[in-house]
């Protein structure tokens, strides 16, 4: 993940073998999204709550977090936005632009993370490959 200090952002890209739909479909469906987002290192989630639509909101709870967030865009299958929050860590929220592009059968995936100071808004990268490995088990 490739930090940009100057916009308190960071943007990493991943390479799916799976179309943009389903890969889009990891992000907004219920049964698919609890089996990558915030699963691994940071605990897995117990309890979620997803209403996928713009203004919908979501709340995860985790063995070890809660996190909340709502959809500001969707642009299926190729863009969504959204903020994404966790208590613990403070009160803001960040806000996630997730850019989809086809390539061949498969996808890149673009991840912008903005709105965060730095120490509170970079996770280590082995944290985003795994979800993102975990997606990718998840869409197959």
Not at 62 to 90: C, D, K, Y
Not at 117 to 134: A, C, H, I, K, S
């Amino acid at each position: 993940m490739s930090v940009d200090p100057s916009t308190d952002g960071a943007f990493m890209q991943r390479r799916f073998a799976a179309p943009p739909e389903h890969v889009f479909a990891g992000w907004t469906e219920p049964a698919l999204a609890r089996q990558w987002l915030l699963t691994g290192i940071i605990g897995e989630i117990t309890a979620l709550s997803m209403d996928a639509r713009v203004g919908g909101v979501f709340r995860a709870t985790g063995t070890r977090f809660e996190a909340f967030g709502e959809f500001l865009e969707l642009g299926r299958p190729r863009r969504l936005v959204l903020t994404f929050g966790i208590p613990a860590q403070g009160p803001s929220s960040e806000r996630l632009v997730v850019e989809l592009e086809r390539e061949g059968e498969g996808c890149l995936l673009s991840l912008t993370k903005e709105g965060l100071p730095t120490e509170l808004g970079q996770e280590p990268q082995e944290v985003w490959d795994g979800m993102f490995d975990r997606l990718a088990l998840a869409i197959r």
